[in-house]
Nanobody, 123 residues
Framework: QVQLVESGGGLVQAGGSLRLSCAAS????????MGWFRQAPGKEREFVAF????????SYADSVKGRFTISRDNAKNTVYLQMNSLKFEDTAVYFC????????????????WGQGTQVTVSS
């Protein structure tokens, strides 16, 4: 079992930055592919970013490419999402997910989820 706890969300003005953290416990995630998703009110959960086990491979949604950066520190059992140049449309609850193989852009491709952290961007 893996427990994931997100932190770092909050209220920020458009153009600002936030860094989200996802701390894992119960089992090391150093051997697991990790991802970030988000869900805005009334919308489906959508893929944001993925990072491979080693961290050498990453993938991003087109909407965040060039603004967001996913990284991991396996020694700390933690995954990060650095969000820069935030836009109003980035407002959502952000979820960390663990243990994916092939379908890393789909919520169904992950076995473990955190409870989410709210990010609100004011325009």
């Amino acid at each position: 079992q893996v427990q994931l706890v997100e932190s770092g969300g909050g209220l920020v003005q458009a153009g600002g930055s936030l860094r989200l953290s996802c701390a894992a416990s119960g089992r090391t995630v150093s051997s697991l592919g990790m991802g970030w998703f988000r869900q805005a009110p009334g919308k489906e959960r959508e893929f944001v970013a993925f990072i491979s086990v080693s961290g050498s491979s990453t993938s991003y949604a087109d909407s965040v490419k060039g603004r967001f950066t996913i990284s991991r520190d396996n020694a700390k059992n933690t995954v990060y999402l650095q969000m820069n140049s935030l836009k109003f449309e980035d407002t959502a609850v952000y979820f960390c997910a663990a243990d994916t193989r092939l379908y890393y852009r789909l919520p169904s491709g992950y076995n473990y989820w955190g409870q989410g952290t709210q990010v609100t961007v004011s325009s």
